[in-house]
């Protein structure tokens, strides 16, 4: 149990271009999911929280109106990364908790993560 | 917010040495600590984790301490295969922030043969 997913798992997109990456919980429902980005040999950085039904929350630095989170339902989450350009090449990781079965729920799991290049 | 910070950054190992990563954190009500393993171009994968109310966890080969008074977490993977070669990242939350993970560094760990 516990499978995230990612969609799709690369993309390459001109400058300009508004580029959309789905994150789904594929056998349990999460109503709080995070994105992350991860440029290369470094950590990952939190850059928001999705909330199932609201606004997301962002991390400081992170501009809003540049990266539109939606999360409409209880297993998708959609970051789109809007006139993207080349600084924005990154790994981009979701990730989501499982809340089955109550009790302690701190565990996250990842999307397999989506690497975009802007040209 | 909280801060994790991870040593070493890398660290290469004989084959059947023991490995040891640690890891502070700078906020005493962070009360959840995983460690993720991740391999290149792969999700990170959930390797062990261990709340406040442990001192110490243990799941075949690998084994994780935590010491709250000194606000530190350690990884330690015995025996060490070469398959056991990636990037690992301790990470730390708290039920307040919405449990939010704040990574450390990672630690490039290579076994070699």
């Known amino acids: 149990g516990a499978v995230v997913s990612q969609h799709p798992s690369w993309v390459i997109c001109k400058s300009g271009t508004s580029v959309k990456i789905e994150c789904r919980s594929l056998?349990?429902?999460?109503?709080?999911m995070f994105w992350y980005r991860q440029f290369p040999k470094q950590s990952l950085m939190l850059m928001a929280t999705?909330?199932?039904?609201?606004?997301?929350?962002?991390e400081q630095g992170v501009e809003k109106d540049k990266f539109l989170i939606n999360h409409a339902s209880l297993t998708l989450s959609t970051l789109t990364v809007t006139s993207a350009h080349p600084e924005d090449s990154s790994f981009y990781i979701c990730?989501?908790?499982?809340?089955?079965?109550?009790?302690?729920?701190?565990?996250?799991?990842f999307g397999p993560g989506t690497r975009l290049l802007v040209l | 917010g909280e801060n994790v910070e991870q040593h070493p950054s890398t660290l290469s190992v004989q084959e059947g040495d023991s490995a040891v990563i640690k890891c502070t954190y700078s906020d005493s009500a962070s009360n959840y600590f995983p460690w993720y393993k991740q391999e290149l171009g792969k999700r990170p994968q959930l390797i062990i984790d261990?709340?406040?109310?442990?001192g110490e966890k243990k799941d075949q080969r690998i084994a994780v301490t935590l010491n709250k008074t000194a606000k530190h977490f350690s990884l330690h993977i015995t025996e060490t295969q070469p398959e056991d070669s990636a990037v690992y990242f301790c990470a730390a939350s708290m039920r307040a922030a919405g449990n939010k993970l704040t990574f450390g560094g990672g630690t490039r760990v290579l076994v070699k043969p």
């Open positions: 261990i709340r406040s109310n442990v």
């Open positions: 990730s989501a908790r499982d809340l089955r079965g109550g009790g302690l729920q701190e565990t996250q799991y």
């Open positions: 056998d349990f429902q999460a109503t709080t």
């Open positions: 999705s909330n199932e039904g609201s606004k997301a929350t962002y």
